[in-house]
């Protein structure tokens, strides 16, 4: 990982943490982030596309996961676009 795209990972987890004020999201939260619905959120972690753990009847997702999730996808959208 380049220093650039650790700052902007960085970047990302400070504004998720001043916008929800904790480490790690719930599912509810999450799918309120995201703009979509937590039925959608819920499946896409259990499928493994989106970051987070399904544990207990519960869902945890480290901001610090969704930042760096952030990142690569965006990279991996830069590339399929160079097509």
């Known amino acids: 990982m380049t220093i650039e795209e650790r700052s902007e990972v960085k970047s990302?987890?400070?504004?998720?943490?001043?916008k929800f004020g904790k480490g790690s999201l719930n599912a509810e939260e999450f799918s309120e982030y995201l703009g979509q619905s937590r039925a959608t959120v819920c499946e896409k972690i259990?499928?493994?596309s989106y970051p987070g753990q399904h544990s207990n009847?519960?869902?945890?997702?480290?901001?610090n996961s969704i930042a760096l999730w952030?990142?690569?996808?965006?990279?991996?959208?830069?590339?399929?676009?160079d097509y």
Request: hydrophobic share 35%; glycine share 6%.
């Open 12 to 18: 990302i987890a400070e504004s998720i943490f001043e």
């Open 70 to 81: 952030e990142v690569k996808l965006a990279k991996t959208k830069v590339k399929e676009s």
């Open 46 to 48: 259990r499928n493994g």
């Open 57 to 63: 009847g519960s869902y945890t997702i480290p901001i």
